[in-house]
């Protein structure tokens, strides 16, 4: 009879599983968004708070959303709010969000009188029941300042939002400059876009068998000026010749974990404290080799807009 081993693809469990390629993007785009995090790379909004050159900060906007009856959406001048917690690298912790003022009136999370939930990458909070257009609609909470995404597969048009920190300029404004787009259509700088290249080659890992499996991963830096985009170069490339740990992101979603529900709304299974350390001691898969990290010159396409380009090569054991 002919059949066995000889007769399966190799290295594959099921076929809907993550394979590496699809594993090592989801991890580096959470090293990177934790790592960051994790540096002190947020800001805390308190009530009051105004930007450098004014507008309110603490203050939400009306969004007009064709998905929701007007006056149930209003966001953040800026987005991806933090609800991670566990920040070592600084005595400041970010903002947990506790509720919402309406006319000077607090809504805890979890209000039955006046529900909402917040949705967190999108740097919103959605009511139940449509509030007048005049209302006034503050929040404390903390944003993050670097953006990491997948430079691949974003299933919506993605359009670089510049000068997002300046809440001063029409934020309030509804439908006006950058805000335009709906949230989960821009992307704030600065931000990091990463791009994981299938394997380039494979090599014998031991006598007996196994190999090592070879990638290259390009990271696209985009910022405002020059000094922040440099800064981040400069970040990503400091990991060169290191080892990181990576997470199984089957085993993740299998198991619920993952921290956002289907309307970005924080799941109430998903892990507590930092999402990246707590899903590397949950759901470890294998150990990634980082080297051969290398950038090239920034380019300024714009007055405000400035790209650099970091790539490194990574390696992992198949199975």
């Known amino acids: 009879m002919v059949g066995g081993p000889h007769t399966k693809l190799a290295n594959l469990t099921n076929i809907q599983d993550s394979t590496l390629s699809n594993i090592l993007l989801d991890n580096l785009v959470n090293f990177y968004d934790w790592g960051f995090l994790d540096r002190g790379s947020f800001f805390n909004i308190k009530i009051p708070q105004s930007g450098i050159y004014g507008g309110d900060r603490h203050r939400l906007r009306l969004v007009d959303d064709p998905n929701y009856s007007d006056g149930q959406v209003w966001e953040?001048?800026?987005q991806n709010w933090v609800w991670e917690s566990g920040i070592n690298a600084t005595t400041t912790q970010p903002t947990r969000i506790s509720g919402v003022f309406v006319d000077n009136t607090f809504y805890a999370t979890g209000n039955v009188t006046k529900p909402f939930y917040v949705d967190y990458p999108n740097g919103r909070v959605v009511f139940d029941s449509a509030q007048t257009s005049t209302s006034t609609v503050q929040l404390e909470?903390?944003?993050k300042w670097v953006e990491v995404v997948a430079a691949e597969g974003i299933p919506w048009f993605r359009q670089?939002?510049?000068r997002s920190f300046r809440s001063d300029e029409g934020f309030q404004v509804e439908g006006s400059g950058g805000w335009a787009q709906l949230g989960q259509t821009r992307i704030q700088l600065p931000a990091v876009a990463i791009e994981v290249v299938p394997p380039k080659s494979m090599q014998g890992y031991q006598l007996g068998g196994g190999q090592w499996v070879n990638n290259e991963v390009v990271f696209y830096v985009m910022s405002e000026n020059h000094w922040e985009c440099a800064n981040l170069m400069d970040s990503i490339l400091y990991q060169n010749e290191r080892t990181i740990h990576l997470f199984n992101p089957t085993e993740v979603a299998l198991s619920g974990a993952f921290p956002?529900?289907?309307?970005?709304e924080l799941n109430e299974h998903a892990l507590p404290s930092g999402l990246y350390p707590n899903l590397i001691d949950n759901f470890l898969y294998r150990?990634?080799?980082?080297?051969?990290?290398?950038?090239?010159?920034?380019?300024q396409l714009s007055p405000e807009l400035y790209i650099g380009t970091t790539s490194c090569s990574t390696q992992v054991k198949a199975i």
Do not use: D
């Open 76 to 78: 953040g001048y800026r």
């Open 141 to 143: 909470y903390s944003h």
């Open 160 to 162: 670089l939002q510049q």
């Open 260 to 264: 956002f529900n289907y309307r970005n």
């Open 287 to 299: 150990k990634c080799w980082i080297s051969n990290s290398k950038g090239t010159e920034i380019s």
